[in-house]
């Protein structure tokens, strides 16, 4: 099995592998401050409640956007497991070449979703991860990540809001009825969701008139179900498409 462990601002997200397939997928909120025993009991944890044994995981595969845990979790994987894992970045090998200014900049998450997205629906893509930020992707024809866009994720800007206002109370993040909210809590549901909904409308067509050909769009992440639930302009939601992309960038590397 291929442990693939995606840590992010807000979750890490774990998922192993058996082949292509993906068999199990848990999620563990981010926490600068735990130590590596305290992770590793966790996952112990989740992998005995599956009747999953340490020596059947036979490789690993990190993609991390907060260098601090980085370290905590390639430890993890020796200590643990005894697996020297593969720690995708902008260096190792993905087939996609990454035409930015400054590539050893992007995310690891951004890697793996455009060759995630390219090994599973060709192109062009755009990608939109729906995460702690709202990130777009541009994957050409061709595989080559191009560029894209990043703004602040719907749990942060309905944060924002509520955190800076005195009489605005948090709400959950659901879709409400119709856009003229009736009271203070479907109006904010209204203002942030269809907000994000005309926002990733906006991005996606300027992205589409910089096109030759025109994209298929892709959402993931944690609130891509319920963007795309408010908009048209989404074509696929593949919750799984980081750690998929992941499992790719790993064997490529184990043949290279």
Not at 5 to 16: E, M, P
Not at 18 to 43: C, K, M, N, P
Not at 145 to 162: C, D, E, F, R, S
Request: with cysteine; proline share 4%.
């Amino acid at each position: 099995m291929l442990l693939a462990i995606d840590i992010g601002n807000s979750d890490i997200t774990l998922g192993l592998f058996t082949g292509s397939q993906i068999v199990v997928r848990w999620r563990l909120g981010t926490d600068f401050h735990r130590r590596i025993d305290e992770y590793a009991a966790s996952l112990l944890s989740l992998l005995t409640h599956r009747k999953i044994a340490t020596d059947q995981i036979g490789g690993a595969v990190i993609g991390s956007v907060v260098p601090a845990l980085t370290p905590v979790f390639d430890e993890l994987c020796r200590s643990y497991f005894a697996i020297e894992p593969l720690i995708v970045r902008a260096d190792v090998k993905t087939e996609v070449r990454i035409l930015l200014d400054y590539p050893f900049a992007v995310g690891a998450d951004r890697i793996a979703n455009a060759v995630g997205g390219h090994h599973l629906y060709s192109g062009p893509l755009i990608i939109i991860d729906a995460g702690t930020a709202l990130t777009f992707d541009v994957v050409s024809k061709e595989g080559d990540y191009v560029g894209g866009a990043i703004a602040p994720g719907i749990a942060i800007g309905a944060k924002a809001l509520t955190s800076r206002t005195a009489m605005l109370p948090q709400v959950e993040l659901i879709r409400p009825p119709q856009a003229i909210g009736r009271n203070t809590v479907a109006a904010i549901q209204s203002g942030i969701l269809f907000g994000y909904a005309g926002l990733v409308e906006g991005i996606v067509a300027r992205i589409q008139n910089e096109l030759a050909d025109k994209a298929k769009v892709i959402a993931t992440g944690g609130e891509a179900y319920l963007l795309a639930a408010a908009t048209t302009v989404i074509d696929v939601v593949n919750r799984n498409l980081t750690l998929i992309g992941m499992r790719v960038i790993y064997e490529m590397n184990r043949k290279a």
